[in-house]
């Protein structure tokens, strides 16, 4: 059973930064996405940024130029460097992981397996 724990979040003013980490427990799939996923209060939970195990990576509009997401394989663990942060950035924050390729690999119904998130909280 693949299990995701995800940490990192935290309060920073606007301007800020943090990382976010995710360890992936028995993923052993040799093809694989994943990603990190926010929601915030009375929203739906959107995409922010996926890599997949051939390391081609895709961002949210939103936070292009301002995040990174990158895995480290050995480590079993992906992180997101949050850059820049804005208050609109503050929302509960997910892992998530999925075998194969998704048709679209930033749609939060693509994936089967949850980290139980960490909150981010920005100031302004």
């Known amino acids: 059973q693949t299990q995701l724990v995800d940490s990192g979040g935290g309060s920073v003013q606007a301007g800020g930064s943090l990382r976010l980490s995710c360890v992936a427990s028995?993923?052993?799939?040799?093809?694989?996405?994943m990603g990190w996923f926010r929601q915030a209060p009375g929203k739906e939970r959107e995409g922010v940024a996926v890599v997949d195990s051939d390391g081609s990576v895709s961002y949210a509009e939103s936070v292009k130029g301002r995040f990174t997401i990158a895995a480290d394989n050995a480590k079993n663990t992906l992180y997101l460097q949050m850059d820049s942060l804005k208050p609109e950035d503050t929302a509960i924050y997910y892992c998530?992981?999925?075998?194969?390729?998704?048709?679209?690999?930033?749609?939060?119904?693509?994936?089967?397996?949850w980290g139980q998130g960490t909150q981010v909280t920005v100031s302004s």
């Open positions: 028995e993923y052993t799939y040799s093809s694989y996405v």
């Open positions: 998530a992981a999925t075998a194969g390729y998704p048709l679209r690999p930033l749609a939060h119904n693509s994936y089967p397996y």
